[in-house]
Every structure is written in C-alpha cells, then in structure tokens.
C-alpha cells in the first residue's frame, strides 16, 4: 500500500503480512510513515494506492467490517474528560451493542488495567499514565480480533508499563489475539513480539524475528567513544582481525564481531598505537537498537 500527500511519499509500497495470533512489532525513526501505515489499516486514512485487508475484510471497501474487529489504541487518547473510567468503559461497549450484563463483566476483567479506586473519577483527574491504560481498556471492551497499538507505553512509569505488557501478552497468550505494536521502546519489541518490521523512509527495511535480526548484524558490538578524530578510530577498529563491520555516529564507532571477548583487547591496543584518545570502551551483545542503527542510520528518540 501507498500513501502520498502531494509530493510527499509517506507510506512507499509497503508490503507485508502479519499472521493470525501473531504479536508483530513495527519500528522506525520518527517520519518514517507508522503512524500513517496504521491509520490506513485502521480505516483512518485512504490509501493513495494499492489495497489491504484486515481481520479478512478489505479496508475500502468494506471499512465498517474493519471497524468491527478491530480494537485501536492510538497515540493520543481521545477521552472525554467529564466522563468516569468506569462510565468512559460503559458507553464504549454501548458502541458496539454489547449488553449491560456484558459490559459490566469487560469492566470487571479489564480492572487489571486500571487503579480500581480511581474508575469512578473523572478522567480529567487521571494521570497521563493512567489516561493511556483507560484508553487500551476502552480498545478491549468489544473483545477485538486484532489490536492496533500505536505507542502504548510511551509516558507511563515503569510499574505502568509492566502491567501494559503483561496485559498484552494475556490477550496473545490466552485469547490468541492478533495484536500489531508500534513502538519507541526497543526492549518492549524485542520482549513482547514475534516478528519486527522495522520502516525506512516509508518502506520495509528488514523483518523477521528479533533473534534472527539481531544476528543479521553480528551476535556482538563494540562501542567506542573517542574524544579525537572518529574517522581515524574507524580506521583503527576495522584493522583489527575479527572485526566485520564498523560504522561511525558522532564520535562513536560501533563495530561488529562474532567475539566481543576476543577482540575488545586487541582494539584498545590498535587505538592505542594509532593515538586516539577513547573516552570509553565497551562490548555488549547485539540489540534491537544496533540492527535499527544499522538499517536506519539513527537511533530512535524516545519523547516522554
């Protein structure tokens, strides 16, 4: 699918497939096109061309069928700030026909998410962390098929986002639910989902599992912090047996081996002779953050 505003290409012939029961994460830097992407699957915005479906139903032309089956979380909650938790949770059941009995019984079983003694508060009492649970609740009354969320972790503490995350891996877990995940938080991706898309300039950089893309780029990385030239520290590193790939962000250079513990010795030694200042020097097993780093040539900036 495809989504242009004007001359700007937000979504390029994105291609993909998630699979029924599947948590599938999708990453990339900011203007990437995610949230774009989401809204088209979510009925929100047109597609300029190609097509999809979702939940079986193709998002043009059979747009109310979508809505049906589908819960969405959004970046910015739309709750009304008069109502009650507990009244916000009622009338978005009431939406989807669901009886007073049944409504009644999805407030109970999505108490989990919210702080019991504050759902007969209004929601303009709430806390930012807490509008944000209220509103992945309110995505859950109906019991949907799929669950789009776009960022749903972001801004909440850490004690939050731990019930959010347990709270996601039930609805997979136990109910089977079909849950597509947009993320700043590379660690949330890597724990939660089965399988990452990971977009640049609005298309599909790589996919695949965390594991697998972890070791597309090197099962360790060398992280170099110099206070000199990073360019003639590249240079240095990539001289060094062992050393596969090397990139330079800032005054950082990240390298790539298959042995961290073999080679780090060896690279502070190179450095050393070459008279480069390091500032640090450090090895950790490949993350998320290097294959986005890699992929994207940025880091993603996490806004609180």
């Known amino acids: 699918m495809r989504r242009t505003y004007g001359d700007v290409v937000a979504v390029d012939s994105l291609d993909l497939e998630v699979a029924e029961g599947e948590v599938y994460g999708f990453l990339g830097p900011n203007g990437a096109g995610k949230s774009t992407a989401v809204r088209m699957l979510c009925t929100l915005a047109s597609l300029s061309s190609g097509s999809a479906e979702v939940a079986g139903y193709d998002v043009a032309s059979e747009s109310s069928l979508v809505r049906l089956n589908i819960g969405v979380a959004l970046q910015d909650a739309a709750l009304d700030g008069k109502l009650t938790g507990r009244e916000t949770l009622m009338l978005q059941g009431r939406y989807y026909g669901l009886e007073r009995s049944a409504i009644a019984n999805r407030v109970q079983e999505l108490s ?116 000199g030239d990073p360019e003639a520290a590249e240079r240095a590193v990539a001289a060094v047996p062992g050393i596969s790939q090397t990139e330079v962000y800032g005054n ?53």
């Open 112 to 227: 989990p998410l919210l702080e019991m003694e504050a759902i007969d508060r209004r929601v303009s009492t709430y806390s930012g962390g807490m509008k944000r649970r209220l509103d992945l609740a309110a995505a859950l009354m109906h019991n949907p098929e799929v669950l789009f969320l776009d960022e749903p972790t972001t801004g909440l503490d850490p004690i939050s986002r731990a019930v959010v995350w347990e709270q996601i891996r039930c609805l997979n877990r136990d109910l089977g639910m079909t849950i597509f995940l947009t993320t700043q938080y590379l660690e949330e991706a890597d724990v939660l989902t089965h399988r990452v898309g990971i977009l640049s300039e609005g298309r599909l950089a790589a996919e695949g599992t965390p594991d697998e893309l972890k070791r597309s780029v090197g099962s360790d990385v060398v992280m170099v912090r110099v206070a």
């Open 252 to 304: 950082e250079v990240s390298a790539a081996t298959g042995d961290g513990a073999s080679v780090i010795s060896p690279v502070a030694v190179a450095l050393s002779e070459a008279g480069i200042e390091v500032r640090d020097l450090s090895i950790h097993p490949t993350t998320l953050d290097d294959v986005f780093l890699e992929l994207t040539g940025a880091r993603i900036e996490v806004e609180e």
